[in-house]
Nanobody, 123 residues
């Protein structure tokens, strides 16, 4: 599994961005995937996670209703659609692979991480 994120950038508050995470190793299709973020001076925190089939999806309370996780297993890609962005969403966003098909919210549950993509929301 090799994860490569893209789609970050600078956006005004209220705007939208879509992050993508491609597994260039092409092995993630039957496992859970997650998105995490780490803001300046903060711990890395769970944002959203999804099981292989999409039957189990979890969101952090701070993003529920604004962010949507999805995946295209044929393309080995997971997405994070972020709407109504706020300044407090500013962070480096990471996708992560978990070698089980159960969504977890702790960083320790995920074994492979992408390099991260910066999202900056201006107020």
């Amino acid at each position: 599994v090799q994860l490569v994120e893209s789609g970050g950038g600078l956006v005004q508050a209220g705007g939208s961005l879509r992050l993508s995470c491609a597994d260039t190793g092409r092995t993630f299709s039957r496992y859970a995937m997650g998105w995490f973020r780490q803001g300046p001076g903060k711990e890395r925190e769970f944002v959203a996670g999804m099981s292989w089939s999409g039957g189990s999806i979890k969101y952090a309370a701070s993003v529920k209703g604004r962010f949507t996780i999805s995946r295209d297993n044929a393309k080995n890609t997971v997405y994070l659609q972020m709407n109504s962005l706020k300044a407090e969403d500013t962070a480096v966003y990471y996708c992560a692979f978990r070698p089980h098909n159960i969504v977890e919210v702790t960083t320790q549950a995920y074994s492979v991480w992408g390099q991260g993509t910066q999202v900056t929301v201006s107020s």
